[in-house]
């Protein structure tokens, strides 16, 4: 993808997903998707930027979604011993890299499909490029189409903080 600039000349653009990772229906597990369409109705229209509101695939089934991209922005929750609801944490793909195994192929995490992926031919944004917002929950395995109480009332701030975040690696 290219734009022009204003002596004609053709500038281009990297090429960004933005993907919402999450079941929809595993209370805070959604926090990620929600994210993603929230930003994705302030975000449209950015150059570049492409959008994947709602992926709940994980392992070797995310190549054929993140292929072809330069950058990927991950909306995600995540679950720490010692976090609350609504904390949130950025980071790029390198800090995943020791979470990295072959030993089951059924069970291929992030970092190792993309790795994989890498191997097997796919263009697959770097390490440096795949960036991780992920938002500390309190419940992902409940069946439920609502955020717990605590992570609900934190949305608004954390949706403002990513997108804020969001915003600064686009400009970048």
Do not use: Q
Not at 13 to 26: D, E, H, K, Q
Not at 69 to 90: E, F, H, K, N, Q
């Amino acid at each position: 993808m290219s734009t022009g600039t204003s002596n004609g000349t053709e500038v281009a653009t990297a090429r960004t997903l933005l993907l919402g990772m999450g079941n929809p229906i595993l209370s805070d597990d959604a926090v990620g998707v929600r994210l993603a369409k929230d930003l994705k109705a302030r975000l449209i229209g950015t150059p570049g930027l492409e959008f994947v509101p709602e992926c709940s695939v994980g392992g070797l089934s995310l190549v054929d979604v993140v292929s072809g991209y330069d950058r990927i922005i991950v909306l995600d929750s995540i679950r720490t011993a010692a976090g609350r609801p609504g904390d949130w944490y950025a980071f790029t793909a390198k800090r995943l890299r020791e979470t990295m195994h072959l030993s089951n192929i059924h069970d291929t995490n992030f970092a190792t499909a993309m790795e994989l992926g890498r191997r097997l031919g796919h263009r697959i944004a770097t390490e440096d490029d795949i960036f991780i917002c992920a938002v500390e929950v309190e419940d992902n395995v409940t069946f439920s189409e609502t955020m717990t109480s605590g992570l609900e009332a934190a949305y608004p701030t954390v949706r403002e903080e990513i997108l804020r975040e969001v915003m600064a690696l686009l400009e970048s």
